[in-house]
């Protein structure tokens, strides 16, 4: 099969397929198979085209198992995480499929990919479809796009009279109908339109020759002086080191616990988290910037060493703040997200001690933190730590400590249902949860049947629970993911 052919027979089933699966559909399992449908076709079409694939081929897995998460969680919030990822994802692999180097991901591609390829992709697209149509506009292949012309009018003539014999072919022209009628195919046209293009540009740039490698190693004269580096580096290191001494007691203190200390738990965490997690954030960068080209020497290594183990002592003070806040008043997904950017920067400095020693890159440092970032966000969406945060405040309420019964029912997705749910009976607040669930769920939801690529795993979980506990109108069917596939809507 040929390269062309291949392009637009992959780019049809991917625009077909996300016509059927994602065109007012729930997110579900539609939105896994789609990606891997995609990234399949994008994999097919670069393979026309010499060079090394890793890249595109690691940039599409991360998109396919981000994209899984969407059939597991049941968080508005994810759903756009994912897409956004996704999209960005794809939007990266389609750049660098003509020179697929790790080097060429930097910053400003990293942050732009999706602005940068989008014009693009649409030239491409409009490249290949002028391409296509000088081809069958040749003499050559004339007679088969008349023919084919002619023989789909034929065809439907034909079908349209033997609609008349055949209930099978009256309801699909009755349907047809109704659908011309209320011009409902317009948006899902436009939807299919939109597919197309977007999958024949950034497959028709999959199948761009490879371009000559370039070294895209910062060079000596463009990187800072040494007697710059030097006192910056130096006068960020004295300005921490002296915060931290003045601050000893009040960094890992435990001022709210004080008698007259003036100072509440949420003013401690914020000043904890706001402060000290975004400094240690902007001197990492400051870092980066500073450090670009060749390895240093060793006074300046020596200084970018100090100033990580410093940021190290900043960020376990703040997390220590925002634990002792989660002590007093629970858990929240805020708090929590809060907590596991920390420790992903705290791994990032980890990772900058280590580019250090083997002389910073500061692209590939970014390339590996985006990689960590993106773990994250796929762990965050196949594990259900909303149902988590629900458990941990529940058995905390359990011994004594106070709960925010509305926080949990009203702020919480779904995801969080069943663990409240099978709370109910084990908690002294029953009652109190009880009550905020039929505000929500008995009064405004229901339980209504959906497609099989809108089953979602905590959808269907959710449905279960409070089905069971009689929170919820509706029927659920049997086992099977298919037959199983319910969701809660609005009445």
């Known amino acids: 099969m040929s390269a062309r052919v291949t392009l637009w027979a992959a780019a049809s089933i991917v625009a077909g397929l996300g016509t059927w699966t994602l065109w007012s559909a729930a997110p579900g399992v539609n939105w896994g198979v789609w990606t891997i449908v995609a990234a399949a076709g994008g994999v097919a079409c670069g393979g026309f085209i010499g060079g ?161 490698s370039i070294s895209s190693r910062p060079s000596e004269s463009s990187s800072r002086t040494e007697t710059e580096r030097v006192i910056v580096l130096s006068a960020v290191a004295l300005l921490f080191a002296a915060f931290l001494g003045l601050q000893v007691s009040y960094l890992f203190g435990n001022a709210p616990a004080r008698v007259g200390s003036g100072v509440t738990f949420a003013e401690y965490a914020r000043r904890g988290f706001a402060e000290l997690s975004v400094v240690a954030g902007l001197c990492t960068l400051l870092i980066l910037w500073l450090e670009r080209g060749p390895r240093r020497g060793a006074r300046e290594q020596g200084l970018a060493f100090l100033l990580t183990v410093l940021l190290w002592i900043l960020l376990v003070s703040a997390f220590r703040r925002l634990w002792l806040y989660e002590e007093a008043y629970g858990f929240t997904t805020a708090r929590l997200y809060a907590q596991i950017y920390m420790v992903l920067l705290a791994s990032g400095l980890v990772l900058l001690v280590i580019e250090l020693v083997r002389g910073l890159h500061a692209g590939r440092f970014l390339r590996m933190i985006t990689m960590a970032g993106l773990v994250t966000l796929v762990v965050l969406s196949l594990w259900n ?107």
């Open 52 to 212: 090394q694939p890793g890249i595109r081929v690691g940039l599409c897995t991360v998109a396919c198992a981000l994209a899984a998460g969407a059939a597991v969680t049941a968080d508005p919030l994810f759903h756009v995480l994912i897409f956004v990822g996704v999209t960005w994802l794809f939007a990266l692999a389609a750049y660098v499929a003509d020179d697929p180097r790790g080097e060429r991901i930097g910053l400003a591609l990293s942050i732009l990919a999706p602005v940068v390829t989008m014009p693009l992709g649409v030239v491409e697209a409009g490249r290949r479809v002028g391409e296509l149509t000088m081809i069958v506009g040749t003499e050559r292949h004339r007679p088969v796009l008349r023919g084919s012309i002619l023989a789909s009018v034929v065809v439907v003539i034909f079908a349209l009279i033997l609609a008349g014999a055949d209930p099978i072919l009256a309801a699909l022209r009755d349907d047809l109908i109704v659908v011309l009628e209320r011009l409902e195919f317009i948006p899902r046209l436009v939807f299919f339109c939109l597919l197309l293009v977007g999958a024949v540009g950034s497959y028709g740039m999959a199948q761009r020759p490879v371009s000559p």
């Open 385 to 491: 730590h909303e149902g988590w945060i629900a458990r941990q405040n529940i058995e905390r309420a359990a011994h004594g400590g106070p709960l925010d019964a509305s926080y949990l029912v009203w702020n919480l997705s779904a995801n969080a249902v069943p663990a409240i749910v099978a709370s109910l009976d084990r908690t002294p607040l029953a009652e109190v949860l009880g009550e905020a669930l039929i505000a929500r769920y008995t009064r405004r939801m229901r339980i209504a049947p959906c497609r099989w690529f809108e089953w979602n795993l905590r959808q269907v979980q959710a449905a279960n629970a409070l089905y069971a506990a009689r929170l919820v109108t509706g029927e659920v069917p049997g086992p099977g993911i298919v037959a199983g596939c319910v969701r809660l809507v609005r009445q």
